[in-house]
């Protein structure tokens, strides 16, 4: 017996030391909380690349020593320690092969005596070039910049070659913004709640400034500047005066000092009354000379404390905002004067075209445009108008805003939701680089043909989905979000699947069973939430307030706020006539356009009832009757999203479990939601259409009444409704 006791225990020990070396089984990648986004520097997979990438970098030489640069130097160091296993040594005396010399001509000799002229003229100021030549006879990859931030631009770039596994020879890159505004906008509260934030509380610890410095800032200023966002706007739209105060403006001029070396500028919103408020004045009045005095002096006030401010957003005479109209003046009498006060010291207005009357006169979508394209030219130089994608309200699918390209002497800036107050909140996949991909290349035909949102824009900015959850987003999926809208502010001309492979291959893994299936997924994420929320064109049909699950019957509240008001479904049919037998909002794009969207026969099936009132029984150019064709598109979204459960639950072995496990449990929510939207809005419909279900299409789980009633738990942030989950999966 004893031979075969030792045979058996020798096996163990030979498993057990397997086990234990690093090259003899695949081990399960480690687990990850989420709080290193996209800049997780893990050692190169790939054992010929990180052969490549160790013998390409031997030597960090970055010359120069202004903050930013050592911020620079300090990101290098730290992403090749992680990505190529040890440190790289900095040397400058003695150049070897594979040396990394990365600064400006102004701060490095070696970067000013290479011939890299026409490249830096190309990369403008905040832009950088990227190349390997030979320095001095050496081989050398160099990173140069006009300015430190675009050598931090640069850093940034090369560290994602590097994780996306991409080759370094031959490299030679030019790179520069597209666009020069590239903004979050945090929806932050000074109590420290987040507006239609669902990541936590707010990043920005007001009782604990200016003192006391969350290493956190600093991170968050890094992983901006890891996709060249330029700027921060700290506070809510729906402002709150007391940030202006000295008190809070200390605080503000503190987080500015930890975000200036990462090229991000602090940008505030102002409230309109501040003056008010404040200053103690009767009035807000932006013609009354005191007014006008006051935000000089307040202005004045906030460039001693932050020398680079950027300026302010203002949300004026919306949704109960105070405005200049409270004084029967102009939007552009309003931002003049702010403007007036920023003017000198180079800050700027962005004042927010989101504004629609108390009194709904006319269709909601088309009053944006009707009040400001009156104003157009009379804006001071350093207005920009800030316009939301569509007319509406950051919807799951929206028609681009008729005041892209509609404002020839007013510059605007498209402003994005970054967080999904519509589109499934925390829990949701929904990747929205291909919703901003589609109104970033719409053509608004305002200077001919080839007239693209992108290029009538100046700037984009995003409302953040950031807070203090350790993942900083809420989900491992809300980080790409994030994401996308920093790249594409960089370059609104790049794709959506581009961006999610760089996300993939830096969040996840370069593995292509990993790449492949996730990158497919998010493709298909925002058309399913699309199709199982507001397909054909529908839009607002959430719930009242929270927004976060279906509501097609809402009535309560003022009318353009309410669904019924959106959808106009009726015992003929469904959509709002926005044609020229309705509200002819249509009027408001550029003829091309316009006709496109006016005829029947050529207006995208996607936006359908966003522009008809179409019947029930009304064929479709897909040959379906529209009853058919919006069955069939609820179901697709809810097939789509199994689909992607299916999808991932295949990656098991290939993602850590901790993560692996978030998203299969909030893929498993989103099923059961995907259901609730489609039985409750397709019961909804039903009531109207008086139609049967087709052979074969599921029934709902219950009747419209249940679905009315049921009130979600009250967390405004998870609205969510445990009952959904248990009812069964048709
Ligand atoms: C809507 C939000 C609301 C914002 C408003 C705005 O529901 O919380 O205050 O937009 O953009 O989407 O001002």
Redesign the pocket.
């Known amino acids: 017996m004893r031979p075969f006791a030792s045979c058996r225990s020798v096996a163990l020990w030979c498993a057990l030391l397997a086990a234990a070396s690093p090259r003899s089984l695949p081990r399960p990648p480690a687990a990850e909380d989420g709080y290193d986004l996209w800049l997780r520097y893990r050692l190169v997979g790939d054992a010929g690349r990180l052969a490549e990438y160790r013998a390409a970098l031997t030597q960090l030489v970055v010359e120069g020593d202004s903050p930013t640069l050592r911020a620079a130097r300090d990101e290098l160091s730290a992403g090749l320690t992680g990505l190529l296993g040890s440190a790289i040594p900095a040397v400058d005396s003695v150049l070897h092969d594979g040396a990394l010399i990365a600064g400006t001509p102004a701060t490095s000799r070696l970067v000013a005596g290479l011939p890299l002229a026409d490249d830096l003229r190309r990369a403008g100021d905040e832009g950088f070039v990227l190349r390997a030549l030979r320095v001095r006879g050496q081989q050398a990859i160099v990173i140069a910049g006009n300015s430190g931030v675009g050598v931090l631009y640069g850093v940034f770039h090369l560290l994602r070659l590097i994780q996306t596994g991409a080759p370094l020879r031959g490299l030679a890159v030019v790179s520069a913004p597209k666009l020069r505004l590239r903004l979050l906008d945090h ?1 932050d509260n000074l109590d420290r709640t987040v ?2 934030g669902y990541a936590g509380r707010s990043l920005w610890d007001w009782p604990h400034l200016p003192d006391s410095i969350d290493p956190r800032y600093r991170d968050y200023a890094r992983v901006n500047a890891s996709i060249g966002i330029n700027g921060t706007v700290l506070t ?3 402002a709150n005066a007391t940030v202006l105060s000295p008190e809070y403006l200390a605080k503000v001029a503190a987080l500015a000092n930890v975000f200036r070396p990462y090229g991000l500028r602090v940008y505030l919103t102002a409230r309109f009354s501040a003056p008010i408020e404040l200053g103690g004045l009767a009035t807000a009045d932006p013609l009354d000379p005191a007014v006008g005095a006051w935000w000089r002096r307040k202005v004045d006030e906030i460039y001693r404390a932050v020398p680079d401010f950027g300026g302010f957003v203002v ?1 004026a005479n ?2 109960g905002q105070p405005g200049p109209q409270d004084y029967g003046r102009t939007h552009a009498d309003g931002a003049n004067t702010l403007a007036d006060a920023l003017a000198p010291h180079g800050g700027i207005v962005m004042w ?1 075209a ?1 504004v629609y009357s108390n009194e709904v006169p006319t269709d909601r979508v088309r009053q944006a445009y009707d009040e400001f394209t009156p104003q157009d030219g009379a804006f001071r130089e350093n207005v920009l108008l800030q316009v ?1 994608n569509g007319p509406l ?2 919807q799951p699918r929206e028609p681009f805003h008729p005041l892209f390209g509609a404002m020839s002497r007013t510059p605007l800036m498209m ?1 994005l ?1 970054i967080t999904k ?2 589109l499934g909140q925390d829990t949701h996949l929904t990747f929205l680089a291909p919703l901003w991909e589609e109104v970033l290349r719409a053509d608004t035909y305002a200077r001919g043909p080839g007239s693209t949102v992108g290029r009538e824009i100046r700037g984009l900015a995003g ?1 953040a989905n950031v807070g203090s959850d350790r993942d900083w987003c809420g989900s491992d999926f809300n980080q790409a979000n994030w994401y996308a809208f920093g790249r594409l502010a960089w370059d609104y001309t790049l794709s959506s699947a581009v961006i999610a492979d760089e996300w993939i291959r830096m969040t996840f893994s370069n593995d292509p069973r990993v790449v492949g299936p996730v990158k497919a997924m998010m493709l298909a994420s925002r058309e399913a939430v699309v199709n199982y929320m507001t397909p054909l064109g529908l839009a607002h049909q959430m719930a009242l307030g929270h ?1 976060y699950g279906p509501g097609p019957w809402v009535a309560r509240g003022r009318a353009d706020q309410t669904s019924v008001y959106f959808n106009r479904a009726d015992v003929a049919g469904l959509g709002f006539d926005r044609t020229a037998t309705g509200s002819n909002a249509v009027h408001q794009y550029f003829p091309p356009v316009r006709r496109r969207f006016a005829d029947r026969d050529s207006v995208p099936e996607t936006l359908l009832l966003w522009f008809h009132h179409v019947g029930w029984s009304e064929r479709l150019r897909s040959g379906r009757t529209l009853w058919e064709e919006l069955l069939s598109r609820y179901q697709a979204g809810v097939d789509t999203v199994r689909w992607m459960e299916r999808t991932w639950d295949g990656l098991h072995d290939l993602v850590d479990d901790a993560r692996f496990r978030r998203v299969q449990a909030f893929l498993r929510t989103q099923e059961a939601e995907a259901r609730w939207w489609r039985d409750a809005s397709v019961s909804y419909w039903q009531s109207f259409s008086h139609l049967p279900l087709p052979p074969g299409y599921p029934a709902p789980a219950h009747a419209l009444d249940w679905y009315r009633e049921l009130r979600c738990p009250t967390d405004p942030r998870k609205p969510r409704c445990d009952a959904l989950m248990n009812v069964g999966r048709p």
Do not use: C, G, I, L
């Open positions: 929806w507006e239609r809510n739209v729906n949300k919306s949704e927010r989101f939301k309200d950051f402003e939701q107050e519509y409302v927004h």
